[in-house]
T-cell receptor, first 118, second 115 residues
Framework: AQKITQTQPGMFVQEKEAVTLDCTYDTSDQSYGLFWYKQPSSGEMIFLIYQGSYDEQNATEGRYSLNFQKARKSANLVISASQLGDSAMYFCAMREGNSGGSNYKLTFGKGTLLTVNP | DSGVTQTPKHLITATGQRVTLRCSPRSGDLSVYWYQQSLDQGLQFLIQYYNGEERAKGNILERFSAQQFPDLHSELNLSSLELGDSALYFC??????????????FGNGTRLTVT
């Protein structure tokens, strides 16, 4: 089973609108971290935002916020006031706790390609 | 700028050859990770080093090897290259080798093309 599922291969949004990118995850650990990364066409991977499994409040970083629904195992990224420069591939990733020794790495989803239209 | 430096940026080589990819982690980060990104496999974890020692292995082929040196820079060696090894190779670093709240900071990647 996939650990991280991003069901939207591509999304379109109008400039200045908000957009939600979906992410669901699968883990049996109680302790884990969820991350979002942005990969522009130039190729670099940029860390955007982090949410811990024990965090009670949704994480926010500027125009990025994470809609964390633990019971549903979802960690959707919300980008407010989209800009042309937000056009990129977005990856959801998870780092699990100590169970199974998988705490050493980030496991990534397949990504969502966001296009912001002027 | 993530603070992680990867060289070279691009590499074109022939099948059967051997190449070395280099990575300098962010200042203060002791843990280095290597990832491979290809269209069909997505982002795949290869290997992790922490303070010079191998910590974990992922989907790394036997033809590939890596090491982390005392100054904490790391090298990924790819040998007997095949067409399918063409990919974007990322190095990342983090403060903690295993903390769930410790993000990985990625370099800009090395794009390898095997012809």
């Amino acid at each position: 089973a996939q650990k991280i599922t991003q069901t939207q291969p591509g999304m379109f949004v109008q400039e200045k609108e908000a957009v939600t990118l979906d992410c669901t995850y699968d883990t049996s650990d109680q302790s884990y971290g969820l991350f979002w990364y942005k990969q522009p066409s130039s190729g670099e991977m940029i860390f955007l935002i982090y949410q811990g499994s024990y965090d009670e409040q949704n994480a926010t970083e500027g125009r990025y916020s994470l809609n964390f629904q633990k019971a549903r195992k979802s960690a959707n990224l919300v980008i407010s006031a989209s800009q042309l420069g937000d056009s990129a591939m977005y990856f959801c990733a998870m780092r699990e706790g100590n169970s199974g020794g998988s705490n050493y790495k980030l496991t990534f989803g397949k990504g969502t390609l966001l296009t912001v239209n002027p | 700028d993530s603070g992680v430096t990867q060289t070279p940026k691009h590499l074109i080589t022939a099948t059967g050859q051997r190449v070395t990819l280099r990575c300098s982690p962010r200042s203060g980060d002791l843990s280095v990770y290597w990832y491979q990104q290809s269209l069909d496999q997505g982002l795949q974890f290869l290997i992790q080093y922490y303070n010079g020692e191998e910590r974990a292995k992922g989907n790394i082929l036997e033809r590939f090897s890596a090491q982390q040196f005392p100054d904490l820079h790391s090298e990924l060696n790819l040998s007997s290259l095949e067409l399918g090894d063409s990919a974007l190779y990322f190095c990342a670093s983090s403060v903690s080798p295993s903390g769930i709240n410790s993000p990985l900071h990625f370099g800009n990647g090395t794009r390898l093309t095997v012809t």
